[in-house]
């Protein structure tokens, strides 16, 4: 219990690309734009669920990722399929989007 909160999409640029995040956010028609001023850093983020798989998921996989983050990308895609699947309401659901989750992003170089 607890151990799932939610999918999330995120670019996080320098705020001085602010317009670059912001047509971003515009192209997309979703999310949200907000600055991290302790650190001089901006975001994009996408929370919704039905965003993130309408639109974000969509786009990706027309346009692929290339290098590293493809790994990424697919491992967000399958995290994504368990959620669509109810299958993260069992506790083997939650244990299979916690072993994604510590393979993705950092996680994979280790």
């Not at 909160?5 to 515009?26: G, N, P, Y």
């Not at 995290?79 to 950092?106: F, P």
Request: some cysteine; overall charge positive; aromatic content about 10%.
């Amino acid at each position: 219990k607890g151990a799932f909160k939610s999918l999330l999409f995120k670019i996080t640029q320098h705020e001085k690309d602010e317009v670059l995040l912001t047509a971003i956010k515009e192209y997309f028609n979703c999310g949200y734009c907000y600055l991290r001023k302790n650190d001089n850093l901006m975001d994009f983020k996408v929370t919704k669920f039905s965003d993130i798989n309408q639109i974000n998921i969509p786009f990706f996989i027309k346009n692929p990722i290339l290098g590293l983050k493809s790994l990424d990308f697919n491992d967000w895609c399958l995290a994504s399929d368990i959620v669509t699947n109810r299958e993260h309401k069992s506790e083997k659901g939650i244990l299979r989007l916690l072993e994604i989750q510590k393979g993705m992003n950092r996680g994979r170089s280790r």
